[in-house]
């Protein structure tokens, strides 16, 4: 949790998306429904509607200020208010000021464009509220708690994490680093822009039963491997998230604008529980680098993995196809 020399607002801003439209290449504009975007997830789809030659987007802005934004008695003036757009893959900042909707209201809006070409996937959206504080200008006075994310490619408006799965020949792939893990059935890649799982086809039967359709046991068994490959896949993540993290001075570790920012807000609650998520940053970047305490971790950093792939679930479906299948035969 950062302190400020200063006053600030105590209550974090609160965006909303009111519209998305994307403009084709030849100039024609497309509104995009509101399944484009889902105020629950907190994110915007920009590939629902198809669309292979669409050269930006204009995302509708609402923003709401905290108690007292406006107040008579406030420490600050000349409020200003920005949101801004932030892609680590690209490292494109794009920023627009946003206009109050009425002279003495905390409500403000606008509209943010969004280049195509300045993204690969998924930017990271935030909203500042800046004023002159103590004669300084520009001072931070309240931010939103969580950033919209705006997806150039998905269909679906999800915070999810987003892994990219390829099938590959472990022994004869031309990623010669897959030839060492020649005999397992797959492997997490965390260094590419997007995490990758890599699935061995080397391995026997194992394409067979992560593509089968069935609704039998082997269906089962399938959400049981793939739930598996899920835990291994959400430990692997959040380790290459921690272990990456950017530390300010004076301030500590903090929270990435990527998909690594994406797995720990999303792990962290369940690795230290009952704690402000940047809290839970600090201690658990505090047991990484210290003398002690990051081994005792590792539990509550597999549990983490093992809620978000289900596993519990599909161990029980698959508990329970067997047990039918025992009765069937006795």
């Known amino acids: 949790m950062k302190i400020y020399p200063y006053k600030r607002l105590n209550r974090p801003i609160t965006l909303r998306v009111t519209s998305a439209s994307l403009k084709l290449s030849?100039?024609?504009?497309?509104?995009?429904?509101?399944?484009?975007?889902?105020?629950?997830?907190?994110?915007?789809?920009?590939?629902?509607?198809?669309?292979?030659?669409?050269?930006?987007?204009?995302?509708?802005?609402?923003?709401?200020?905290?108690?007292?934004?406006?107040?008579?008695?406030?420490?600050?003036?000349?409020?200003?208010?920005?949101?801004?757009?932030?892609?680590?893959?690209?490292?494109?900042?794009?920023?627009?000021?946003?206009?109050?909707?009425?002279?003495?209201?905390?409500?403000?809006?606008?509209?943010?464009?969004?280049?195509?070409?300045?993204?690969?996937?998924?930017?990271?959206?935030?909203?500042?509220?800046?004023?002159?504080?103590?004669?300084?200008?520009?001072?931070?006075i309240a931010e939103t708690d969580q950033s919209w994310i705006i997806d150039t490619v998905s269909e679906e408006p999800t915070r999810g994490l987003r892994l990219d799965v390829q099938k590959a020949s472990f022994r004869r792939s031309s990623r010669e680093w897959l030839n060492a893990y020649a005999d397992a059935p797959w492997i997490v890649d965390t260094s590419a822009r997007v995490p990758t799982v890599f699935v061995n086809t080397d391995v026997e039967g194992v394409m067979g039963l992560l593509d089968s359709s069935g609704s039998g046991v082997d269906s089962k068994v399938r959400d049981l491997v793939v739930a598996q490959m899920a835990t291994d896949a959400w430990t692997a993540v959040f380790h290459g998230a921690i272990g990456d993290l950017e530390v300010e001075p004076g301030v500590g570790p903090v929270f990435p604008t990527d998909w690594q920012g994406e797995v720990l807000r999303e792990m962290l609650p369940d690795v230290i529980p009952g704690v402000h998520v940047e809290e839970a940053l600090q201690q658990v970047h505090r047991r990484r680098t210290g003398d002690s305490g990051w081994v005792e971790l590792q539990t509550r950093i597999h549990y983490a993995a093992v809620r978000r792939a289900e596993a519990a679930k599909a161990l029980g479906y698959a508990i329970r196809s067997l047990e039918l299948i025992n009765r069937g035969n006795s």
């Open 26 to 140: 030849d100039g024609t504009p497309d509104p995009l429904e509101t399944n484009a975007y889902s105020t629950q997830q907190q994110a915007v789809a920009l590939g629902v509607a198809g669309h292979d030659d669409w050269v930006s987007a204009a995302i509708g802005l609402s923003v709401t200020l905290p108690p007292g934004a406006n107040a008579s008695d406030a420490p600050w003036s000349d409020v200003r208010v920005l949101a801004v757009l932030i892609d680590g893959e690209t490292n494109i900042r794009t920023s627009v000021e946003l206009r109050r909707d009425t002279e003495d209201g905390r409500d403000w809006s606008g509209s943010l464009e969004v280049l195509r070409d300045d993204h690969m996937g998924r930017a990271y959206l935030a909203v500042h509220a800046v004023a002159t504080v103590d004669g300084v200008h520009g001072r931070a």
